[in-house]
């Protein structure tokens, strides 16, 4: 079945091994002059060029929002899942992170700028994604705490593991997604997310509402 069916598909090797595994290295060295400069009083915590640890959905989690490498493959990576989805689909952000042992990514859906979605096993240890394709809400209400009230019984969801240079594709405001306790040392992910371009407020969107691509969420319009 296809991404047009069941709203998800699974891409292998979607980025070739030597890309992906060039991204992630350059990611690690990316958080840990991060780190090093906020350490050492450089920069400050939260500086939006670098990422940060504030991440609200994973907390204490390195992730940066539009980096311009990211960025970058957010572009590469549109004439495949235009193809694939079967839609002109416009750019809007890329969004990274290095997840460490422990974390937990809640059932949740995505804001209206990543109604076309891709996640990308860059490298480190493998760590399903759970989708549920039914499209039901299986979450009562979302906590400030990064944590959700969950339905009785809610659907259990399709588990689906990346290898190194995997995409899934999928419906990002549409169908729920999570990741349970990560028991491995490290993970690091790439999102790419895109607008269907058919719809009337999708170029109002572009780039979420930053004048280029490669610049911080700060400068949304």
């Not at 979607?14 to 060039?22: G, I, K, Q, T, Y």
């Not at 995409?167 to 729920?176: A, F, K, N, S, V």
Request: hydrophobic fraction near 35%.
């Amino acid at each position: 079945m296809s991404f047009k069916n069941k709203k998800y598909e699974l891409v292998k090797n979607a980025v070739s091994f030597e890309l992906a595994n060039f991204i992630f290295n350059y990611f690690l060295m990316h958080r840990d002059v991060t780190f090093y400069m906020i350490h050492n009083r450089i920069i400050r915590e939260g500086n939006p060029l670098f990422g940060s640890w504030q991440d609200s959905q994973v907390p204490r989690t390195y992730a940066h929002y539009g980096n311009q490498v990211m960025d970058t493959l957010l572009m590469k990576m549109l004439p495949l899942t235009s193809k694939l989805t079967g839609l002109s689909l416009i750019p809007t952000y890329s969004y990274a992170r290095i997840y460490k042992k422990g974390d937990v990514l809640v059932r949740h859906k995505d804001r209206h700028s990543c109604e076309v979605s891709t996640t990308i096993h860059l490298g480190g240890d493998k760590w399903p994604i759970f989708i549920d394709p039914t499209g039901k809400s299986g979450v009562v209400k979302a906590l400030s705490n990064n944590k959700v009230i969950l339905k009785k019984n809610p659907p259990k969801g399709v588990s689906v593991n990346l290898n190194v240079g995997d995409m899934m594709i999928y419906r990002g405001c549409d169908l729920e997604h999570w990741r349970t306790r990560f028991k491995g040392k490290t993970c690091a992910q790439v999102f790419l997310h895109y607008n269907d371009a058919s719809k009337p407020e999708a170029k109002l969107n572009t780039f979420d509402k930053r004048v280029m691509l490669g610049l911080p969420a700060t400068t949304r319009g």
